[in-house]
């Protein structure tokens, strides 16, 4: 019995883009505003991509 992973393409985005801006403050605040947006880009979308599932039945 297989199940297929979800895939959460929206949570994915909303992380990415969260994930900037956090990680650009964050980076300017340590002096480096672009290793901060992009560290902060894939942390945020990796902890969205998990923690906001969404709705399964929506296509």
Do not use: C, D, E, Q
């Amino acid at each position: 019995m297989s199940r297929t992973p979800y895939r959460n393409g929206r949570g994915l985005f909303l992380g990415a883009v969260l994930g900037a801006v956090v990680g650009y403050f964050a980076g300017r605040a340590l002096g480096n505003p672009a290793w901060g947006i992009i560290l902060g880009t894939l942390a945020g979308a990796a902890i969205l991509y998990r923690v906001n599932p969404g709705s399964r039945g929506r296509r």
